[in-house]
């Protein structure tokens, strides 16, 4: 059982084809989080229940909800419950400021917030900044302590034991807004990035059985949050509609954290991202092979390095499927196959998407030649909500402007080259930062590398900023090894001419290096 693979009925509601299609397994574990087992029996009568409570609250069909929800079953619970409602859950990021939560709940007008409890004090700020009594339900998951919970807000147990559950979803249109995903905002103002049902559905049919190979007997466990658009196909989209089973955990994904997960859970998918795939390689507690189940994995975020992904498979036997996607487009687009594997790639359009590698003058590039990637499919966005300027920019009729650059190399399979902004000018010559990170990679001594340009008497100047391997010491007589290093694999203009080494290197939730913090 599962999603058909015939084309959608014009009027489709993903929250009720996902129940509907698991109804044969209503006692099968849908769900298992840090506290306890949902079925999927359970599953489908907590986002009826959902869905009534918003009725009860006096949200329509619609209208928007902000979700500041970490990763426990309330979570799919509520985007299920308020598709089912017609109503349009906004995702965001729980690591966000109160004054981030402001400017979401202004740009989205939210008619209600739910969040999980260690979260709420950040919302509470944040409604009072805006001067707003929205409702805001709390969710205990995970456990909160009574000083997180005032008397006054709703419980979300409570409220859900309150409700009748909804006996029919609403229909609604494949082409209806369901939901929306916040950007990084790594250039201005987070963007709310718009998508319909039928998006859902179509990362399922063209990505996750296809591609990835998720099968109803897989236990899956992704490290990228819900909140995220990868992680929200991991974790929700992929394994509900096949009928798999998901592990969820609140926590950050530490490498120890994962670990145990992976050795107790016995996850079968596990998808990660590359700076975590690099941690747990190089921590002393990697597990044994024979003390997990993984049989895929997949990565995407940024570029796997080619050195990751073999001492990964070579250690556990298990491929990681690299992959490019975004929020934009939902999920992966351009991705490795288990069948068509080559690390230090990005693989292959995934079938169904259309890629093209263009120069600045939107003219598609000779065959080898480094381009701006345009991508096209069934699952782009609608739109950057409140914003015509950058989604004009960015959507161009059926093509979406990435912002990456990519090269296509003989064998066919695409390899990343850097974003459209990162090409730094030196000594005359352009420079792509990730083919000098990718290089310092290649060290015995390095764990991870950033490289940036920094301005220096008038002139750009490649900094890499590194973080070493234990063992090894950030010192001079390093620096000039590294440097000679680089010169045996790029071209000598491509070294970097100064090197800073750091604990730890600044990056985003999702493990993405937040470069412009080390641009000076």
Not at 37 to 59: D, I, W
Not at 74 to 96: I, S
Not at 237 to 244: D, E, I, R, Y
Not at 303 to 330: N, Y
Request: net charge neutral; aromatic share 8%; glycine share 8%.
């Amino acid at each position: 059982m599962g999603l058909e693979q015939a084309p959608l009925p014009e009027r489709y509601n993903f929250a009720a084809a996902v129940l509907d299609a698991n109804v044969a397994r209503a006692e099968k574990a849908a769900y298992i989080d840090d506290q306890a087992t949902t079925t999927y029996a359970e599953l489908a009568e907590r986002a009826q229940r959902f869905a009534a409570v918003l009725g009860s609250q006096g949200v329509r069909p619609e209208e928007r909800i902000l979700v500041v929800m970490q990763d426990t079953v309330d979570l799919p619970t509520v985007f299920l419950g308020a598709l089912y409602a017609g109503v349009v859950p906004v995702l965001v990021n729980t690591l966000l400021h109160a004054t981030d939560y402001a400017y979401m709940l202004v740009h989205s007008s939210a008619r209600m917030v739910v969040a999980s409890a260690p979260l709420v004090a950040k919302v509470r700020e944040a409604l009072a900044s805006i001067g707003e009594s929205l409702p805001l339900i709390v969710s205990s998951r995970p456990a909160a302590s009574a000083a997180e919970h005032e008397p006054s807000e709703p419980d979300f147990e409570g409220v859900m034991r309150a409700a009748t559950p909804r006996a029919a979803a609403v229909s609604t249109h494949a082409d209806d807004i369901a939901f929306w995903l916040y950007s990084s905002g790594s250039t201005g103002r987070p963007k709310g990035t718009v998508h319909t049902h039928a998006n859902l559905h179509a990362t399922v049919e063209l990505y996750a059985r296809p591609v990835l190979g998720i099968r109803e007997t897989d236990v899956v466990f992704s490290a990228a949050k819900l909140f995220f658009a990868y992680g929200l196909g991991n974790s929700l989209t992929f394994p509900l509609s096949v009928g798999a089973t998901t592990l969820l955990m609140a926590e950050r994904p530490t490498p120890d954290a994962v670990f145990e997960r992976l050795t107790q859970r016995k996850p079968t998918l596990f998808a990660g991202v590359p700076t975590l795939y690099l941690a747990m390689l190089a921590s002393a507690k990697l597990p044994r092979r024979e003390d997990v189940a993984l049989r895929v994995c997949a990565s995407a975020g940024e570029t796997l390095p080619q050195r990751v992904g073999e001492q990964f498979t070579a250690h556990f036997g298990c491929a990681i499927l690299d992959g490019l996607g975004s929020t934009e487009m939902l999920h992966i687009y351009l991705s490795n196959s288990p069948r068509d594997l080559v690390y230090g790639t990005t693989g292959r359009p995934v079938p169904g998407y259309e890629v093209d590698l263009r120069d600045e003058n939107g003219v598609t590039v000779p065959f080898g030649e480094v381009g701006d990637l345009y991508v096209k499919g069934p699952s782009a966005a609608l739109m950057y909500w409140r914003d015509r300027e950058k989604s004009l920019a960015t959507f161009l009729g059926p093509w979406m402007k990435t912002g990456d650059r990519y090269q296509q190399v003989p064998s066919g399979h695409y390899v990343y080259a850097g974003r459209s902004d990162d090409l730094l000018k030196v000594s005359g010559q352009y420079v792509a930062p990730v083919e000098v990170e990718l290089a310092l990679q290649d060290h015995e001594a390095v764990l991870e590398a950033a490289v940036v340009g920094r301005q220096v008497d008038g002139l750009v100047r490649i900094f890499a900023f590194i973080v070493l391997r234990e063992g090894h010491k950030g010192d001079d007589p390093l620096r000039s090894a590294l440097q000679a290093f680089v010169k045996t694999r790029l071209a000598p203009h491509k070294y970097p001419r100064e090197i800073v080494f750091m604990g730890e290197l600044p990056k985003t939730a999702t493990g993405k290096i937040q470069r412009f913090k080390l641009r000076g």
